[in-house]
């Protein structure tokens, strides 16, 4: 007999083992496990639960009733670092609020979040004293649309009446971006204007600039255009479309209670707002990882060979799977990581790559390839191993179930998505988890797996080489060392904002403040990009201190993973020691605070040589005496240009 | 109780998270903990889902009239299945 805890575990673990739709039907039995854990274990575990159980495609109910696990306290984490998000409606934004809640909490993420009341938006950016003044927002979410505009054209209006109305339309938003901006410092999530179906023009609006359409297509182009780089727009139209214009647009919710949307798009919406706050904060997912047989071709290579796998013009089937294919390429291109995990002997599996012209992934665009007998979970650590990376950046795709339910109970931290059996359905099935969302696009997204492959080589040859100064040596690193200016300014926030691990305080700035801080005369500003013989890392460190008292404070230290046990840190410490005597400082000051992701800087200034001062909590508090006998520390790193 | 009585009160009982919720036709947002505007709202989502009914507009509005109850309510979507 099965005691009810172990009936009530097996219930639990089978559910989040399967699919959407196997899990649909078991919804009830959901909710009453959860109620029973709650009553013997207590609220926090039923929550770790709840978590596993959100999906942006639940229904409006399911996600209220999930909310209940979820929101047994108003800050969800730990408040000393939760992001303080605004959210300023047109229409009332309290079913957005709970949703965007929901989608946080299940993310492990924690705010603090200020209501607006209905339709005060304006009021609440421009009036001084207002509450919103008094909460001092990171984040604001101006949850407005089109309902929200104040000037529509009159049907007989020409285009110059049309075009200049748009345009003092447009005054009046980015009164508000700007004013949010210069009173807090806030990021701004703004909405553009969603376009309702029925048209007063018919087809003929596509011509005519002052049909309603028109005209606010006209603004979604001109804000798009016109907004500052701190405004994140938030593609409202585009949702609206994609969840179909029929269950958007249903009016009786507004009509009756003044709702956004349609009920059961609620969700969706509220997804998409969170996937952008994620990205606000650097926890975008970074990492791919597919299978092959029956992911990313059609049947099983082992069996059918290069030449029988189904792939390629001519077939349906072929075709989804290039479709799917070019998808997974152009979010490479765009920054995201690949990595292979197969269950195959490694030839097999890289025989399409070798052998298929018509493959559009080709094995260089692979970080990581992986291909063995041993279980996919094991092989996941592996991989975030050889990268580098949490776990909790990556994201699993793979056809068979069984593959995906062993993933996400023994590496619960993987996103896996579910996939459908038809290969036609696997970009949407992926794509409606908008995990790879980004606030910025640099240079430097486009060249990121190139930097990973190489790395993989360097690492290869620090195995070769007998000892690691020797190696070092063979690596002729040279870098450039460089202020936060206007050309790098973006990378070094993304930077900033991204380091979990490499990152002595874990301070998050927005682009506006960065560049506050890169403009001031007390704030002493480093970037560091390193290039080897292997290839070019790009911008891989920063650090930010400013004078205080004749000692110079680093306020932040961050560095790429990808260049650790290389010198990088002995030779930023030279110099930063040098700058701080050039300003006529006697110190360096360091801090360190632990988070639980970055414990190995823990010992990082104790390494530099800082001696430590003291504690604040569980800060601690580093020195350097800057004095003329202070020697450099040792690194086989050429500086290559000099800017100060 | 018929099929649709039954599935009222289901919802009636997940949208309160209070599985004892029986329902009296003279019943109104008084007799039930927690019967807000905002449950209100909550309850109306779930029963249009469950039941796969819509209600108009003029609907949702008179629902908030006094003299509407839980009488009324499932008289309102009984009409709708029927015709459904």
């Known amino acids: 007999m099965m005691t009810d805890d172990q009936q009530r575990n097996e219930f639990l673990e089978t559910y989040f083992q399967a699919d959407a739709s196997v899990r649909q039907p078991k919804f009830v039995g959901l909710l009453q496990s959860l109620k029973s854990l709650s009553d013997v274990q207590g609220e926090d575990a039923a929550a770790t639960w709840a978590k596993r159980a959100v999906s942006p495609v639940l229904d409006y109910s399911s996600l209220m009733k999930l909310r209940r696990f979820l929101m047994p306290k108003k800050v969800v984490g730990g408040a000393g670092n939760a992001l303080r998000l605004a959210i300023l409606g047109g229409p009332t934004t309290t079913q957005l609020r709970q949703f965007i809640e929901v989608f946080l909490a299940a993310e492990g993420m924690s705010a603090e979040i200020y209501e607006g009341d209905y339709g005060l938006f304006r009021q609440e950016i421009l009036a001084p004293g207002s509450g919103l003044d008094e909460f001092q927002p990171q984040v604001i979410f101006l949850a407005t649309g089109a309902r929200d505009v104040s000037r529509m054209p009159s049907i007989e209006m020409g285009e110059e009446a049309v075009s200049e109305l748009a345009s003092a339309e447009l005054d009046d938003w980015s009164l508000l971006w700007e004013t949010a901006n210069a009173k807090w410092n806030a990021t701004v999530i703004l909405n553009n204007f969603e376009i309702a179906p029925g048209s007063v023009m018919g087809h003929y609006r596509l011509r005519y600039p002052a049909a309603r359409e028109h005209y606010l297509e006209r603004l979604n182009k001109m804000m798009a255009d016109r907004a500052a780089a701190y405004v994140v727009l938030h593609d409202l139209q585009g949702l609206a479309a994609e969840a179909g214009a029929r269950s958007w647009f249903d009016p009786r919710f507004y009509l009756e209670f003044k709702m956004p949307c349609g009920a059961e798009c609620l969700g969706a919406y509220a997804h998409s707002v969170f996937s952008l706050l994620r990205a606000v904060v650097g926890k975008s997912k970074k990492v791919l990882v597919l299978d092959l047989d029956n992911t990313l071709w059609g049947g099983v290579v082992a069996d059918l060979g290069a030449g029988g796998i189904r792939l390629g013009q001519g077939s349906g089937e072929g075709e989804a799977f290039l479709a799917f294919q070019n998808y997974v390429k152009e979010l490479q291109r765009r920054g995201v990581l690949l990595a292979v995990c197969s269950k195959n002997d490694d030839a097999n599996a890289r025989e399409p790559f070798e052998k298929r012209p018509d493959m559009i992934l080709k094995l260089n665009d692979v970080s990581c390839f992986v291909a063995n007998w041993e279980n996919k979970a094991d092989n996941l650590r592996s991989i975030a191993d050889r990268l580098e990376l949490k776990l909790d950046a990556f994201v699993f795709v793979d056809d068979n179930p069984a593959e995906r339910a062993i993933v996400r109970q023994f590496a619960p931290e993987v996103a896996v998505p579910d996939m459908p059996e038809d290969a036609a359905g696997y970009v949407h099935a992926l794509a409606l988890h908008r995990y790879f969302e980004t606030v910025a696009f640099t240079r430097e997204d486009t060249a990121r797996s190139r930097y990973y492959s190489e790395n993989a080589q360097r690492k290869e040859m620090a195995s070769r080489s007998t000892d690691l100064n020797s190696f070092l040596a063979s690596l002729g690193m040279r870098m450039k060392v460089d202020t936060v200016n206007e050309l790098n300014i973006e990378r070094v926030t993304q930077l900033v904002n991204k380091s979990n691990q490499f990152n002595l305080t874990t301070r998050r700035y927005t682009l506006a403040q960065m560049r506050e801080i890169s403009r001031s005369p007390e704030w002493l500003t480093l970037t560091f990009s390193l290039k080897d013989n292997l290839g070019d890392n790009g911008l891989i460190g920063v650090i930010l201190a400013h004078k205080r008292e004749g000692s110079m404070a680093v306020d932040t230290w961050v560095m790429s993973c990808r260049v650790l046990q290389r010198g990088v840190e002995h030779f930023a410490r030279n110099e930063l020691v040098e700058l701080a005597r050039k300003r006529g400082c006697h110190s360096v000051l360091g801090t360190y605070i632990p988070t639980p992701k970055n414990g190995m800087v823990k010992d990082h200034f104790a390494r530099l040589g800082f001696v430590q001062t003291g504690a604040d909590g569980d800060c601690t508090l580093w020195s350097l005496q800057v004095d003329p006998l202070l020697k450099p520390l040792d690194h086989f790193i050429v500086r290559e240009v000099t800017n100060e | ?84």
């Open chain 2, 1 to 84: 109780m018929n099929n649709t009585r039954a599935t009222v009160r289901k919802v009636f009982r997940e949208v309160f998270d209070d599985p004892t919720i029986e329902l009296r036709d003279d019943m109104t947002a008084d007799h039930i903990d927690g019967w807000d505007s905002m449950m209100h709202i909550n309850l109306i989502i779930a029963l249009e889902r469950a039941l796969g009914i819509k209600f108009a507009t003029a609907e949702i509005s008179r629902m908030k009239e006094p003299g509407e109850n839980v009488g009324s309510l499932v008289a309102l979507i009984e009409a709708k299945v029927c015709k459904g």
